[in-house]
């Protein structure tokens, strides 16, 4: 037997639909959500790169930064004590820092 279909049925708008309605309702949450994960996601893990990259010149004498390696190493170690609490965030593991 065949199932019998219905063709009186609506037709549901799609998830993107739905999505763009939010967008279009508070444009500047999503801006700004946009804008906190391009920085999180894509700049600041770079910051830790690049940081890594000037203290390998400065160890080899190729250096282009005024800064020492002591600095260099200061400032790597603030870059990772920052993305500690943002990683762990990020990844929705339990920490101090969640507030759900």
């Known amino acids: ?4 279909t219905d063709n009186n049925t609506l037709k549901r708008p799609s998830t993107w639909w739905y999505i763009w309605q939010l967008t ?3 444009p500047w949450i999503y ?3 946009g804008l906190m994960e391009i ?3 894509g700049v600041f893990p770079q910051l ?3 940081t890594i990259q000037a203290i390998f010149d400065q160890l ?5 930064s005024s800064l020492s390696l002591v600095g260099l190493s200061s400032l790597l170690v603030a870059i990772a004590v920052d993305a500690g609490p943002r ?3 990020m990844s929705f593991c339990i920490s101090p820092f969640n507030t759900r």
Do not use: P, V
């Open 24 to 26: 279009k309702f508070k």
């Open 31 to 33: 801006g700004t959500f």
């Open 60 to 64: 080899t004498g190729a250096a282009q």
């Open 1 to 4: 037997m065949k199932a019998k």
């Open 39 to 41: 920085l999180i996601f």
């Open 87 to 89: 990683s762990s965030q």
């Open 48 to 50: 830790t790169g690049f």
